[in-house]
Nanobody, 126 residues
């Protein structure tokens, strides 16, 4: 499956932004989808993940209550709605996919994902 992330940009502290990640190829509903981010000089970190059908989500603690992951299997797209953005959210955001037979499964580790998008830069100015 190929992934194409979009929606990044330059915003101010407290603003909102929605990222999208469109997939092509594969059977999209077979895939757990995740978002990760990598800030300059730091390792890639988990942000959020969503089950195959979208019924369950998990978040990294620092984004809980501010970010929402969702998916539209008909459009083969996963979204990351980001609100109340902070300068520390500045990073390149990556979407990722992992096929699984388990409908309730999510993954938090980058090594568990097989497919990655190219990344989209989010810059939050103070």
């Amino acid at each position: 499956v190929q992934l194409q992330a979009s929606g990044g940009g330059l915003v101010q502290d407290g603003d909102s932004l929605r990222l999208s990640c469109a997939a092509s190829g594969g059977t999209y509903s077979d895939y757990v989808m995740g978002w990760f981010r990598q800030a300059p000089g730091k390792e890639r970190e988990f942000v959020a993940a969503i089950t195959r059908g979208g019924g369950s989500t998990v978040y990294e603690d620092s984004v809980k209550g501010r970010f929402t992951i969702s998916r539209d299997n008909g459009k083969k797209t996963v979204y990351l709605q980001m609100s109340t953005l902070k300068p520390e959210d500045t990073a390149v955001y990556y979407c990722a996919a992992r096929a699984t037979a388990y409908v309730r499964k999510t993954y938090r580790e980058a090594r568990d994902y097989d497919y990655w998008g190219q990344g989209t830069l989010v810059t939050v100015s103070s």
